[in-house]
């Protein structure tokens, strides 16, 4: 089975997960913890224990994280490789509901490599800026 966990700063991985049940359904295969305000990385490092419990050797993950380098990202990478899941492990950082959604809805369909350049992609279109048009700008283009 594959996996996407979704780690973070914060309540933002919950919270993003939150928001893929509501326009995904609830899945088992979608994970997150979070190390919260005050929480020590023990304390973290044990939640995503709890976390991946179920996950088995055999299984692949992805795992979508807020920032490189940071300690949520780190640890959940550290009890991957305690669980001999590394090397079937893909990352990325800077996750947002695009790329989560990109992720659940080939989580189970897409080979690793077809969907690691997938999520790439994803994350890259995901983000753009949206020109808001103003009044003011109508006046000009009548001029």
Do not use: W
């Amino acid at each position: 089975m594959r996996y996407l966990l979704l780690v973070s700063h914060g309540t933002f991985a919950p919270g993003l997960h939150s928001v893929v049940k509501m326009l995904m359904g609830d899945r088992d295969d979608v994970l997150s913890v979070s190390l919260e305000d005050g929480m020590g990385a023990d304390v973290y490092t044990q939640n995503v224990k709890d976390t991946l419990a179920n996950v088995a050797a055999t299984d692949e993950v992805v795992v979508l994280a807020d920032i490189i380098g940071g300690s949520p990202l780190t640890c959940a990478l550290n009890v991957l490789s305690e669980k001999g899941l590394l090397g079937s492990t893909i990352a990325f950082t800077g996750m947002n509901l695009p790329m989560a959604m990109a992720a659940v809805m080939e989580l189970q369909t897409t080979d690793m490599a077809s969907l690691q350049a997938s999520l790439g992609e994803e994350a890259r279109a995901g983000i753009m800026e949206y020109v808001i048009e103003t009044s003011a700008d109508d006046e000009e283009d009548d001029i």
